[in-house]
């Protein structure tokens, strides 16, 4: 049975903007039916063809501007909205952090949560260049190998050699090492037939060392003309510290192989946060705007209220960076993960600073506080930095077990956030300040925060 929607495919309207969804796309909504609109921002007069009608919601395309947003800005290279690199390039600075602030606040009250309060979002003064990292795949277009993103939704590669929001040194190296990879002809990988030689090029700069990391993500096991190729990019790549090739032979979405070969110089570079040396290698999870993510863990560690007499547990501590950070103003901090060589770059990490008041644990997050609630574990505060899926339900209940007096909650992904608090409250436990968001990546849709949590009774 067909579904009756509002509207039709080709169908031309013209209406007002009335939300932004969590995507960064305009929402149009005919008798309540929403449409979303890419390139359209709230309180916008627009004309639209809708491209896609599915029973739920639409898709429309923006014809004709007619009364636009005072929070416009104008993008030089609409390539940003249309690979995804900067969603919200199209938006004023300060609408963006108001937009995260109100996306947290909306699932609140979404759960029956309105008494709950929201700071204003901790935005960067210069809300561009930030990140640390790019992963740029590498693709034969019009017979000729370019870097660049992919199209929204797609595989069709859009060549860019400014990103936007990549520190400018990646994006400048990135472009020497593209135009070395011409020069030998160097095959890109097809993921059609499976033939070709280069995937993508990832790039690494640390922010207060400077140093430069470039890997070459092959799909063969050997790279043609590598010595020579080697040679130019230590050549042309002032900064360079470390070159690797690594090698990721399935036919997989897995960005990198467990291989590495390096090729010349270290197998890491290091940089700094917080005061702590980090060594990072290709593998390693290391946040990508180290700024922003200074203020988030100062956030964190502030809201911990440590006076160095506290017993504390990291869930999800990675390669250590909460838990090194933590381990100055704790007695003792517990870290697990369930990624093997973050534990190992933790445990690295630990010694090179000289901390030895820490001990890191690899296992699933949830398994392990339950083991340590048996074991009779009593932590006064547990910091969680989960993935975008947020906690497991055990790890709340063994929360509840432990009866650590804090929770410091930082988040990644709001509505997975409102659904842990209200697991938290059912433990025993109420958020007590507003809710931080901290704007870690500016363009983007992302929101991450800090939720403090305290037990309340018995």
Not at 189 to 212: A, F, K, N, Q
Not at 217 to 225: E, F, G, L, M, V
Request: with cysteine.
């Amino acid at each position: 049975m067909k579904v009756k929607t509002p509207v039709y495919k080709k169908q031309r309207l013209t209406a007002e903007v009335v939300d932004l969804s969590y995507q960064g796309n305009g929402v149009v909504k005919v008798d309540h039916y929403p449409i979303f609109v890419p390139n359209t921002l709230p309180g916008e007069k627009v004309e639209i063809v809708v491209t896609k009608v599915t029973r739920n919601f639409a898709w429309g395309k923006l014809t004709k501007l007619i009364e636009k947003s005072p929070d416009r800005v104008s993008l030089d290279d609409m390539r940003y909205l249309q690979t995804g690199i900067a969603p919200l390039g199209n938006l004023k600075y300060e609408a963006q952090l108001r937009f995260k602030q109100h996306q947290i606040q909306e699932l609140l009250e979404k759960a029956h949560l309105d008494n709950l309060q929201v700071a204003p979002t901790m935005g960067m003064e210069k809300p561009y260049g930030y990140r640390n990292k790019a992963q740029v795949p590498v693709k034969l277009v019009k017979g000729r190998l370019e870097t660049g993103f992919y199209k929204r939704g797609s595989h069709d590669l859009v060549p860019i050699e400014n990103f936007l929001i990549q520190d400018p040194v990646i994006d400048q190296t990135i472009t020497t090492v593209r135009d070395i990879l011409r020069k030998y002809r160097i095959q890109p990988y097809d993921e059609e037939s499976g033939r070709g030689c280069l995937r993508t090029i990832m790039v690494r700069r640390g922010y207060y060392s400077h140093e430069v990391m470039v890997v070459l993500i092959s799909k063969t096991k050997q790279i043609p003309h590598v010595d020579d190729i080697t040679r130019e990019i230590v050549a042309q790549v002032p900064e360079l510290k470390s070159l690797v090739h690594n090698v990721n032979s399935k036919r997989t979405n897995k960005l990198l192989g467990d291989v590495n070969h390096t090729l010349w110089g270290q197998p890491t570079i290091n940089d700094q946060l917080l005061g702590i040396d980090f060594t990072i290698s290709p593998l390693s999870f290391y946040q990508v705007n180290p700024q922003q993510t200074e203020r988030l863990y100062q956030t964190a560690i502030e809201n911990a209220g440590l006076d160095g007499s506290q017993t504390v547990i990291d869930a999800y501590c990675g390669i250590g960076t909460i838990s090194l950070a933590v381990a100055k103003h704790a007695k003792k901090v517990y870290g697990v993960e369930i990624v093997p060589a973050a534990i190992q770059d933790a445990k690295k990490n630990a010694q090179k600073n000289g901390i030895t008041n820490i001990e890191f644990v690899v296992g699933k997050a949830e398994e392990q506080m339950a083991k340590w609630q048996a074991a009779g574990l009593k932590p006064d505060v547990l910091i969680v930095d989960p993935p975008r899926k947020g906690l497991g339900e055990e790890l709340i209940e063994a929360t509840g077990q432990m009866k650590p007096a804090k929770v410091i909650y930082v988040s990644c992904n709001p509505a997975t956030l409102v659904r842990d608090i209200q697991r938290f409250m059912e433990q025993g436990y109420h958020v007590t300040k507003p809710i931080q968001p901290v704007d870690q990546f500016p363009q983007t849709t992302h929101v991450e925060s800090v939720t403090v949590l305290e037990r309340t009774g018995e």
